[in-house]
């Protein structure tokens, strides 16, 4: 059973940078992907971004594209993610998921494994 804990939420301005990352109980190998979603008040949970372990790139949703990046350290078996350029429309929790499925996947319930959220929260 994977566990994923996630820190590095927290309160910012606008233009601020934040670093969230994503702890996994288990050895790397067992999941192909870890990715990041977030889920604002009143809103679905959306995609933000993926890596494989393996493989070690991201894919991004467009609107966190060339603000945002995702990364890993498999020695830590921790996935980073990088916000820079923040906005008050990136305010919400923040999760971490993974999956055993070797087909990158954007859609939330494609992963089994999920964080306890942190929160973000961007003022203007």
């Known amino acids: 059973q994977v566990q994923l804990v996630e820190s590095g939420g927290g309160l910012v301005q606008a233009g601020d940078s934040l670093r969230l990352s994503c702890a996994a109980s288990e050895r790397t190998f067992s999941t192909y992907y870890v990715g990041w979603f977030r889920q604002a008040p009143g809103k679905e949970r959306e995609f933000v971004a993926a890596i494989s372990w393996r493989i070690g790139s991201g894919s991004y949703a467009d609107s966190v594209k060339d603000r945002f990046t995702i990364s890993r350290d498999n020695a830590k078996n921790t996935v980073y993610l990088q916000m820079n350029s923040l906005k008050p429309e990136d305010t919400a929790v923040y999760y971490c998921?993974?999956?055993?499925?070797?087909?990158?996947?954007?859609?939330?319930?494609?992963?089994?494994?999920w964080g306890q959220g942190t929160q973000v929260t961007v003022s203007s």
């Open positions: 998921a993974a999956t055993n499925s070797a087909i990158y996947n954007t859609e939330a319930a494609s992963y089994g494994y």
